[in-house]
């Protein structure tokens, strides 16, 4: 299935995955129809916007609807190629809620005609591809996917999305790629889509085992976080510097442990192995209890501070970085933002400063506290008592300590970023 300018391609979701996809294949000859269900992101998308930040994005949206390549609407369009990029969010107990899969299926269905590819990007559980062409076929009874009874070809791939944000843009070009079919033929038109921009490699297999490589390299890197912060929980018991430690040992050729942190946030790294787990109880020992050791992580720093707080009567708190991690200003499932509430919660009489250079607000969780303030960071510093060093964003990193007198204060580095104080 070569691209061509013939071949229509509609993204379904624009967020975060799929407007990138959409805007990268449409530079590439495609032409794409992004859809969401969120009006202002449609129309967004049709004056050249882009609704969120990432870099080098904005450009390319723009281009591409300059040139009448790309366009938004709310409603699923007829296709060749359908590729759904929704969210797929966590549901009670660990399980994921599919809701949004499920609406782009029931979307996408009354549109087939036969022939066409449907492509899922949304990272997914387990049988996920299954499911979705499962209830499109229930949907229309007319298709299948082998052909059989003289009825028309639907093909279903998973090809998930692997990108770093802050680098998608390069990383969507550069980075190898998955495709799985529910059969060869499916996954073979699918590595033809991505072949018209990714210049990694494409590698073929089967569904669920495109699913569950996307999911296992999320829970590889919480693995491994969560042993570099159950060293550092260690560490602090042995009197040992977590820090240095980790610096030694990576020395060894076939040692490459992580960094500990407040936690892991973000909505990929911490969700990602629940899926597994969900699927797999029994066998998914190790994959639990990573997420466990993570989840726990911010409460070791509370609790930290919490204790260093008694020396003070009205102690001063400032806490540095409320992001996920370092430069961005992405501040969901931040784990220094979870510490900064509970924080303001069990210190009642204490003053936070809380700093964010990459943002002009707290976020709502923070906002309505009233012992909890965004500050600039060096007056937030200057007047603390106690700082706590969150994110490891690199101003804060390049700080001058002596001018902030940071030798003179309780200094908690959950990040490691001023060891040689
Ligand atoms: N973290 C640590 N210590 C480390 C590395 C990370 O505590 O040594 C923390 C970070 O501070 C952050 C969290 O882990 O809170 C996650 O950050 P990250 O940079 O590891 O990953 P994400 O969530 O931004 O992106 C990941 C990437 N997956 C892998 O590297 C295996 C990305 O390639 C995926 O596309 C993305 O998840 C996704 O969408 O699934």
Same mark, same amino acid.
């Given at each position: ?5 013939? #071949? #229509? ?11 990138? +996809? ?19 992101? !449609? ?21 591409? !609807? ?9 409603? #699923? ?10 969210? +797929? ?15 782009? =299926? ?22 996920? #591809? ?52 529910? +059969? ?24 669920? +085992? ?25 560490? =602090? ?85 409320? =992001? ?29 400063? /809380? ?38 964003? /690199?101003?804060?990193?390049? =700080? ?22």
């Amino acid at each position: 299935m070569e691209v061509t300018e013939r #071949t #229509t391609v509609a993204v379904i979701g624009l967020g975060y995955i799929g407007l990138p +996809t959409a805007a990268v294949l449409a530079t590439h000859g495609a032409d794409v129809i992004g859809v969401d269900v969120n009006e202002k992101v !449609v129309d967004a998308v049709n004056r050249g916007e882009v609704p969120f930040v990432e870099p080098d994005l904005s450009i390319s949206v723009a281009g591409a !609807v300059q040139q009448g390549r790309l366009r938004a609407e709310t409603k #699923t369009p007829e296709a060749d190629v359908y590729i759904v990029a929704v969210p +797929t969010p966590f549901a009670e107990g660990h399980l994921a809620d599919l809701t949004f899969v499920d609406a782009a =299926a029931d979307g996408l269905a009354e549109r087939l005609q036969g022939d066409e590819l449907v492509i899922l990007e949304s990272t997914s559980p387990p049988g996920t #591809t299954q499911h979705m062409a499962d209830r499109i076929l229930a949907l229309r009874p007319d298709l299948s996917l082998d052909g059989s009874l003289g009825r028309s070809i639907i093909h279903f791939a998973h090809c998930p999305e692997r990108v770093l944000p802050g680098r998608i843009m390069i990383e969507l070009i550069t980075n190898d790629r998955i495709v799985g079919g529910l +059969t060869r033929m499916a996954a073979e038109k699918a590595k033809s889509v991505y072949e018209s921009f990714c210049q990694g490699e494409i590698m073929i297999t089967d569904a669920i +085992t495109a699913e569950m490589a996307k999911l296992v390299e999320n829970s590889y890197r919480d693995v491994n976080i969560a042993f570099a912060n159950e060293l550092s929980l260690i560490s =602090a018991k042995l009197g040992i510097d977590v820090w240095e430690l980790i610096d030694l040992a990576n020395h060894h050729p076939r040692v490459n442990i992580l960094q500990p942190g407040p936690g892991v946030g973000g909505h990929c790294i911490a969700v990602d192995p629940w899926f597994i787990v969900s699927a797999v109880p029994e066998e998914a020992r190790l994959i639990r209890m990573a997420r466990e050791v993570n989840d726990s992580t911010p409460e070791h720093v509370i609790g930290r501070v919490v204790a260093m707080a008694a020396r003070f009567k009205e102690p001063r708190i400032a806490a540095l970085g409320l =992001a996920f991690k370092p430069e961005i200003d992405d501040l969901r499932e931040s784990p220094a933002c979870r510490i900064v509430a509970r924080l303001a919660e069990e210190l009642p009489g204490a003053q936070i400063a /809380a700093v964010e250079p990459h943002v002009t607000a707290l976020p709502r969780e923070l906002a309505g506290l009233d012992n909890v303030v965004l500050a600039d960071f060096e007056a937030a510093v200057l007047a603390a008592d106690i700082v706590v060093l969150l994110v490891d964003h /690199a101003v804060f990193k390049a =700080a001058d300590k002596r001018r902030l007198g940071l030798r003179e204060k309780v200094v908690i580095d959950t990040r490691g970023a001023w060891r040689w104080l």
